[in-house]
DNA sequence: TTTCTGCATTCTGCATGTAACACTTTTCCT
DNA sequence: AGGAAAAGTGTTACATGCAGAATGCAGAAA
């Protein structure tokens, strides 16, 4: 059986990249997406990277002004508080839902994660944010809920353009870690109510401490 | 103080235009976004109906096929019961926090379209929907949490697609608005809970007759 | 020193050119 | 007639052209 050949669009890699040195913060917020600019550096024309540039626009991560072009978006305060509140109940939901149906494979690779998690929470926050966003995206891509997992992964992947607002303590990781876990437990255990809990007790506690770290 | 003058661009009459028409069922789900057709039809070149078109795809409301173009979205049933799913627990969070933050003008328009449901029930699905969709838009609009807003809005307009599936019996419309005028009646009363559980209750008993009228 | 003006540069937004590909119809050969 | 090849039609995806607008800056004016 042959997998049909996915032809490459420029467009698509350009998006990729682009997101990428965005989440990384190569580009940081506040910077301009300057096409023609960006098209010389990628050394391909103007009009994939043009498209490129509202789609990202249109998922959240760039906003335009208009007529002066796009730049990358700068999150304040009210924007992180904002998307704790929606991802604390998309990804609550997303939890119960996939109580249900995580298969063994995939409560392996959360494992996996946790593990991994585990070792790096002391110390390294680069690391352990990395490990942070593989758990959520288990959790929300196994849910079952096609709709469900595009919107939470939009949202997650908006908040990383938080930066400086996040809390980085270690006892503040350690913290996550053991919430993850709690989460991990329920999940294993297939109790739907259990991990939605844990997954909103967990998102509104991180919520909380941003909230008094930043003010 | 001068009001700054919004330049109208191309692609968002387009963007708009094209919206109008798949949401009125005058592009059927299924049919296929020529963009050179398009262009033709509209008087403007290629380029702006592209980007409009891929901007209806990043809103659900059309798929792309690899290399075959983009045709508008076509909705099976699965999809209407995550999408009911989903905005049961989106409106639900958007009920409780705009009924402390509606005002009272917010609260007139809330009425004026009940009132206005009241009298087209009777008959006119066209109409009810119609007032329908503005009855979830002010809810989901006002509730100050601006993310929250967008992908509320995203979530109903992809329904909307559903045509076909949705229950249009008298009945079933009655039940629907007496519900409405219970959710009115808690935002009203700025008793949040109340609000949340009203929006879930007639979003999951709108789910369920869905559920059942085609099966 | 500060503010304004005019020019040069760069960008945005739309139009258009074009190669590669997909689908349809016609034609040609058996 | 039946089936394959080939031409024709239409599209996508990317490249490029270009007018108008925004931005930055040097130099003049207050």
Redesign the pocket.
């Known amino acids: 059986m042959l997998q049909p050949i996915a032809?490459?669009?420029?467009?698509?890699?350009v998006r990729d990249r682009l997101r990428s040195a965005i989440l990384s913060g190569d580009i940081a917020p506040g910077s301009?997406?300057?096409?023609?600019?960006l098209?010389r550096q990628l050394g391909?024309?103007?009009?994939?990277?043009?498209?490129a540039?509202l789609l990202l626009v249109g998922e959240g991560l760039a906003v335009?002004?208009?007529?002066?072009?796009?730049e990358v978006a700068r999150l304040e305060l009210t924007d992180v508080l904002e998307l704790y509140d929606l991802r604390t109940n998309l990804e609550g939901l997303a939890a119960r839902l996939a109580a249900e149906r995580m298969t063994s494979s995939d409560l392996a690779a959360l494992r996996g994660v946790l593990d991994a998690q585990g070792a790096a929470a002391v110390g390294d926050a680069r690391s352990f944010r990395e490990l942070d966003h593989r758990f959520h995206e288990i959790v929300s891509q196994t849910c079952g809920n096609t709709r469900l997992a595009r919107h939470a992964a939009l949202l997650a992947r908006e908040m990383r353009l938080a930066g400086p607002l996040m809390v980085n303590e270690p006892w503040h990781l350690k913290q996550s870690h053991q919430e993850h876990r709690a989460i991990e437990h329920a999940l294993r255990q297939r109790d739907g109510p259990a991990a939605e809990n844990a997954m909103r007790v967990h998102l509104s506690r991180v919520c909380q401490s941003v909230r008094h770290h930043n003010s």
């Open positions: 032809s490459v669009r420029v467009v698509d890699v301009r997406l300057s096409v023609p600019e098209a391909v024309s103007r009009s994939p990277v043009r498209e540039v335009e002004q208009s007529r002066r072009g796009v």
